[in-house]
Structures are given as C-alpha cells and as structure tokens.
C-alpha cells in the first residue's frame, strides 16, 4: 500500500538514460498504460476546453443547457468522468508500483538530499516530468553574493502585486486625447496578456510545446549521453524556476574553461538549439529555456526574462565556478536581448550577437496593418520593449 501511495502522486517517467537504444522511452504497461491513456486524454480534452471554453459557454446558453434538470444531468455526467480519473490514478500507481524499472526510479527520486552530488547524479539518470525536479540553486538564497550584477537594472514589474497590473499604468502614445488613449492602453493591456506576447515568443504556447516534445526529448537524450550533459533546476528572483543543461569541456579541451552561455530565439530551446555550436569547438556551454518555454515556469515578460538570466549567471559562477570574464554570452535571434542585458550586468569576456534584431518595435509593426501602429507601439513599449540597440550602448566589452 505504501508503494502505490508513493505511485500515486510521483511524476512520470519518460526515459532511463543509457537503457537500451537512444531513441527508446520508457513504455508504460498494463495497468499503469490504461491509466495513463485516460489520465492524458483528459488532460487534453482540459487544455482544449479552456482554449474554446467561451464557444462551449455560448452554446451551452444557446440550447438551453442552464436549467435546473440539465444542470443535474450535466453534474451527474461530470460527476462520473471525475470518478473514472481519480480510477484511472489509482491503477496507474497499481501498475507502477508493479515495475521494477520505475519502482527503482521512485526510490531514486525519494530518498533524501544528504550528499547532493550524489544525489544529482542518481537522479540524472533519468527523464521525468520537470516539475518534480528539485531545485538546487535559487537567486534568492544567494543575495549579498560578490558575483551580484554591477548594475542593477529593475525590471519594470518587478515586486508588483497582482491588483497593481492594471492597463494605466503605461503609456507610450501620451500626446493622444484622454478618450484615445484610455481605450488604447486598454486595448494593449488585454492584447499582451492574451495573444501578443505569444506572438512574439511562439515557443511559450502549450501547442508548440507538444508538438515538439518528442524532438526535445532526443535532444536532451543526446546531451546527456553523447557529451554527459548536466539538467539542473534553478529558481529565479520572482519565483520561476529556470531549466538548464550544462555542458562541462574543462577536463577535455584547452577551450573548455571558457563557458558560453546560450539565449535562444523566441522559438527556441537549450535541447535543439544553438549549443551545439560552441560544444564542437571544445568550449562549455550552459544552455536554458526562456520562462514558459518547455521546462520553464512563468512567462517571457521582460521582468522575467531579466530574473531568469541573473539566475542563469548567478548559477554560472557561483555553482558551476566559472569567473565572469571566463563566460562569454550568445544570443541568437531574440535572445541577443537577454544576452546583452547579461552583458550589461556583468563583466563577461565576450557578447555575440546572432540573427538579432535592433529594434522590436519597427520589426512588429512591419508585420502589422499600417492602422495598428499605434496599438503595436503601445504593447511593445509598454510590455515588452526589446531595444537591444539602446541596450547595447552600455555595453563596453568586445
């Protein structure tokens, strides 16, 4: 009982690294592969009921759907895919808690953090959900550190509590009339926080995600075992954690005590991104998923984005040991934003910019109606000002 009540709530597992064949997973069977079935379809279903829950509502309204009967009918019909979930949990941890393999995991994952390294190197073993991951290095239990930013550069957000988000408190347009203005901030205010910022970061969308989950699954699968890369979970200043994958070339190559630290582009991750590039010619590399993208939490907001790279630096040096001007940041496409906010914070050896872009602004609004600029000027300068050219101003580094 003990071991289906661990089953019960443990993550899943995805893949044994160096178990077989590089492109095999882990298979769930049995009991554990039924239930797994319903509890993913229903996941599924979830996901796509809250993407359409305004058409649903609507048409529920329409047929007439709110009355007193259909109201039972329809807590009777919820009431029974509830019972067939909590079911289909309860024999999943059945059929787990039956496989060797993933009862060897779980006492993996269980057993206490007494020596760290060990730990880590137990539970690098495998691949599993994320968020089960423990995190071993925060920001916030680092302050006061020597390797703090030079420069502090408050993101716009930052310590806000959530009744102070509010459309007025920005405006980029404040030449506008009162009654253009009001419905403009308005407008930018819903905007960003539904569509726009997806627009601009496609990797943060849960579709996108899915559709590349099995690519980044080999991917990590080839980092870990073709250059022995280490996953590490970091918490940021705002309370995101940040996942990572480090790649050590210190033992193997002259060029290895050189760290690049990889800023992918708003559709890309550490697992099929530009790593590779500074793996093949023997430097270390760090690479990390913006926040929202794959194992990441939160959302590619500037504030954000700012928390996740100090963490990502704080964690270059003060855990992996390597001196700032020893670290050299890349950034591809978007990520020259992060990269150079990076590079204006601390003294690094080098900054390179690949594919990037000087200006968000201009480059949104050519994608744009020429009658939205006013909108488009107000989302990106207000919500997301990516203006790499000012940034780089400050940057005084080769």
């Not at 930052?158 to 509010?166: A, F, P, R, S």
């Not at 010619?281 to 998923?289: E, F, I, Q, T, V």
């Amino acid at each position: 009982m003990k071991q289906i009540w661990q089953c019960l709530f443990s993550p899943r597992l995805y893949k044994v690294y160096r178990d077989g064949p590089k492109d095999s997973v882990y298979q769930p069977v049995g009991y554990e592969k039924w239930g797994d079935k319903v509890i993913i379809t229903a996941h599924a279903l979830l996901n796509i009921s809250l993407y359409t829950s305004p058409f649903i509502c609507f048409y529920i309204y329409k047929r007439g759907f709110m009355s007193f009967d259909e109201v039972k009918s329809m807590g009777r019909l919820f009431g029974g895919l509830s019972c067939l979930i909590a079911f289909s949990f309860l024999i999943r941890a059945y059929g787990r808690s039956l496989n060797p393999k993933y009862m060897q995991f779980v006492n993996t994952i269980t057993n206490t953090m007494t020596d760290k390294q060990g730990y880590l190197t137990d539970l690098r073993k495998y691949d599993f959900d994320i968020k089960a991951w423990p995190v071993t290095f925060s920001v916030a239990s680092k302050e006061g550190s020597t390797s703090d930013p030079i420069i502090k550069m408050d993101p716009i957000d930052e310590g806000l509590k959530w009744y102070q988000h509010h459309p007025f408190r920005y405006c980029s347009n404040p030449d506008l009339r009162f009654y253009k203005r009001i419905p403009l901030q308005i407008l930018a205010f819903a905007a960003v926080h539904t569509f726009g910022l997806r627009l601009i970061y496609p990797g943060s969308l849960t579709v996108v995600n899915s559709l590349l989950w099995a690519a980044l699954l080999q991917g990590r699968t080839t980092l870990v075992e073709n250059h022995n890369g280490k996953r590490a979970r970091i918490g940021t200043a705002d309370g995101n954690t940040i996942d990572t994958m480090f790649v050590d070339n210190r033992t193997r190559s002259l060029k290895g005590k050189i760290l690049v630290v990889c800023c992918e582009g708003n559709s890309g991750f550490y697992e099929i991104g530009i790593m590779t590039t500074p793996m093949k010619c023997g430097y270390s590399a760090l690479g990390w998923n913006h926040p929202g993208f794959a194992g990441s939490s939160g959302l590619p907001y500037p504030s954000q984005e700012h928390n996740a790279m100090d963490a990502v630096m704080q964690y270059a040096i003060n855990e992996l040991g390597f001196r700032p001007d020893n670290i050299v940041l890349f950034g591809w496409s978007i990520g020259g934003y992060t990269a150079t906010w990076a590079a204006v914070n601390y003294p690094v050896g080098a900054l390179i910019l690949d594919a990037t872009f000087d200006d968000l602004l201009p480059l949104a609004q050519n994608q744009m109606p020429p009658s939205w600029s006013l909108l488009v000027k107000e989302v990106i300068r207000s919500y997301v000002d990516l203006n790499i050219a000012d940034l780089i101003t400050k940057y005084n580094g080769p």
